[in-house]
């Protein structure tokens, strides 16, 4: 593993001059560029931006789903574009939680074993594993739909399995990509106040991209993503 030193023992996230280029038949295409912000320990920071300015591009980079093409990002004092791809997918398990927009949530298995999944690939033993995600069933709520598949859960239901199986690695970071994006507004707000509810509890650091701004105005910070830069926006000041 490639080992940094942050400055401030309360910073989790530094993000360093990055650049995502993409090829697009003869020429690049250049998404975002000299983007620079950190996040500390226990903040809850909401991206905004329209569709295409590069939010989930820049989600994928930072939970080391995809490289940049220039610049650093360091997280849990590690290098990230200095990871190999067997070190990047430790540290995904190890330091990520990541809810989609999208749940993902595998069809042929339950919600419990689903919830289990990411302890079960570290190689925990099923009991060991059973346990800690009925757990996790309870703390979002859905401890008697445990043995349902993903087809006989609603949508707001599948997304609180997807955070729950998120969480239950204990990770340092949770990201999630418009985890609202596909829902109605009042199941959207019961997922949302989750998502609130347990980023406090559990002290969690979170960076959640969302195109709602009523959502947005309740994290602690708000990063807009623009014509490939990005700015510090004050929470209060979004548009209703």
């Known amino acids: 593993m490639h080992l940094i030193q942050q400055a401030g023992e309360n910073l989790l996230l530094r993000i360093d001059g990055l650049k995502k280029v993409f090829r697009s038949g003869d020429r690049d295409l250049v998404l975002f560029e000299n ?3 950190h996040i500390s320990k226990g903040e809850m920071v909401g991206i905004v931006g329209q569709s295409g300015a590069g939010k989930s591009t820049l989600l994928h980079i930072i939970g080391a789903l995809d490289r940049a093409s220039d610049g650093n990002v360091y997280c849990a004092q590690l290098r990230l574009n200095q990871l190999s791809d067997d070190e990047a997918a430790e540290f995904r398990n190890r330091e990520i939680g ?17 919830v289990a999944m990411p302890l079960l690939i570290r190689g925990i033993d099923w009991s060991s594993a059973e346990k800690e995600a009925a757990r996790w069933l309870r703390e979002v709520g859905l401890e008697s739909r445990g043995h349902h598949r993903s087809g006989e859960l609603s949508g707001g239901e599948q997304q609180r399995i997807a ?5 239950i690695t204990k990770p340092k970071l949770l990201l999630a990509d418009e985890p609202t994006g596909d829902l109605d507004g009042q199941t959207a707000e ?11 509890e559990h002290q969690l650091t979170s960076l959640i991209a969302t195109h709602n701004f009523g959502f947005a105005r309740r994290c602690n910070r708000v990063l807009r993503l623009e014509r490939g830069h990005i700015e510090e926006l004050t929470p209060d000041l979004l548009p209703g």
């Not at 990541?98 to 689903?114: D, G, I, K, M």
């Not at 019961?190 to 980023?199: C, K, M, P, S």
């Open 35 to 37: 983007l620079s912000f």
């Open 163 to 167: 955070l729950a199986r998120a969480l």
């Open 98 to 114: 990541y809810v989609w927009q999208f749940h993902y949530l595998l069809p042929e298995f339950t919600a419990l074993e689903n």
């Open 190 to 200: 019961a997922v949302f106040g989750l998502i609130a509810r347990l980023h406090q």
